[in-house]
DNA sequence: TAAATTAGCGTACAAATGTACGCTCAACTT
DNA sequence: AAGTTGAGCGTACATTTGTACGCTAATTTA
């Protein structure tokens, strides 16, 4: 890659990161202006359209990012999930450790997740149905479910621990390890009733 | 009530009523500027002031009252259940109706539990934690459940019903057909797991 | 080496925003 | 009847925003 191409994408880097350390609890990314993005990163505001064509396309650039690196995180911890123990258990505890150490990633899922750019839920919702089917695949296989069992097993669990996940950005540390406790004990009571479900269904036909 | 009084809780709901109406699935409440509020309300921006101290405010008051127009609609809905059949079904039915006929009470909701101000969001929270320990106490009752148990219970349930209502916003009528019997069988799912984790607890003991 | 490309800059402008200030005049109080 | 109050208005202003336009200088291509 040329000397120029180089610059080029580490300016877009620097939008980037730029954009992902100004949000907070306080600050959501359809808050940021892009002068204020363009001023975290270094450069000139008329710059900013060397590299994207507005904001959203910022936006949906960082869902896509996001995304990726969460599920590559929760990747690297089912591997040690093979290794024994409670599944669950430990998907919550990586779940947890991954959102302490991605804080932000975490906001803007979530709170684009309910925002006002289709193009934005959109993007979000793809994300979720990534863990959505990997997981439903999963306990297809597994626990050897009816795929459509699987999908609302699926589904409910996702949906639980990304809520879990919003609580806890506004948690202490502390307050966080009780959260974790009770969300396993909600998963377990999914998991439980859909393998009760399943087995009134088979017994009937 | 004198004249004047009279006159000026007219003009607050017509702030209050200004805002609900510009909600959409494109415009979000912290999108909206005062002077659009006074201006759909028919007031100059100036004269705001005179009801609320800023737009937070305002935002604040609308998350009231929309929680409590819900709660008051489902409490109703709760009432046609007592004549008999599935409370999970009549529940799920009341749900999708009353989220139809108020969406932008729900947007805001929803939006704003993930949002950026900390007083909106345990506002919202607390309109939450409404229907929760309601519901809690009902279980409780209802089937016997452990306190705690019981509470982990209701909110799984509480969770995923205002999940699919946010994704219900999204879809046409003929599609919430779909997701409302998914959501059925994804909350039979947390009843039935909880009953079998609480009869394993008893024989344990 | 000469020409073409392009990342980044500075200037500029129209639009919109929140809100300070002071006025008016109808409703209320005394 | 006289005086007080306050809801609503218009004017005004500083601030911030997105983005159009044209320039520069370094890199790339020919």
Redesign the pocket.
Known sequence: ????????E???R?LVDAAFNQLSAERSFSS????????EA??????????F???NELGLTMVDEGGLTLRQMMRKGRQRAEAGGSVIRISVDTFIEVLESNPNVFRILLHERSGTSAAFRAAVEREIEHFISELAHYTEAQANRTPDLARAQAEALVILVFNAGASALDLKRSERKALADQLVLQLRMVATGAEALQQKMENRS
Chains 1, 2 share one sequence.
């Not at 890659?1 to 080029?8: F, I, P, Y």
């Not at 940021?32 to 001023?39: D, N, Q």
């Open positions: 890659m040329g000397v120029r191409a180089q610059q080029k580490k300016t877009r620097a940021l202006s892009l002068r204020e993005v363009a001023r270094g450069i000139a505001p008329t710059s900013f359209y060397r590299h064509k507005d904001m």
